[in-house]
Nanobody, 119 residues
Framework: QVQLVESGGGLVQAGGSLRLSCAAS????????MGWYRQAPGKQRELVAAITSGGNTNYADSAKGRFIISRDNAKNTGSLQLYLQMNSLKPEDTAVFFC?????????WGQGTQVTVSS
């Protein structure tokens, strides 16, 4: 099992920045790719950015050039952190952001963190 806990959300003005963090615990050695998703009110959950264990990244068009995904594989200490640096935030970025992780057979989700961008 893997547990994911997000942090770093909040209220920010348009044009501002936020850095989201996701702490993974449990069987972190089973984790392959990780990603950030978001869900705005009344909309489906959508991929924002993803990163493989080898560091290859993929971004939604809405995130390209503004968001940066990264991960800290400190496996020797048993910790794994996922980050999302969000710059030039827009009101349409307002959503609950979720961290996710793929294991060999399972997909894990965090509880989400709210990001609100005011105009």
């Amino acid at each position: 099992q893997v547990q994911l806990v997000e942090s770093g959300g909040g209220l920010v003005q348009a044009g501002g920045s936020l850095r989201l963090s996701c702490a993974a615990s449990g069987n972190i050695f089973s984790i392959n790719a990780m990603g950030w998703y978001r869900q705005a009110p009344g909309k489906q959950r959508e991929l924002v950015a993803a990163i493989t264990s080898g560091g290859n990244t993929n971004y939604a068009d809405s995130a390209k050039g503004r968001f940066i995904i990264s991960r800290d594989n400190a496996k020797n200490t048993g910790s794994l952190q996922l980050y999302l640096q969000m710059n030039s935030l827009k009101p349409e970025d307002t959503a609950v952001f979720f961290c996710n992780a793929f294991g060999p057979r399972d997909v894990y989700w965090g509880q989400g963190t709210q990001v609100t961008v005011s105009s």
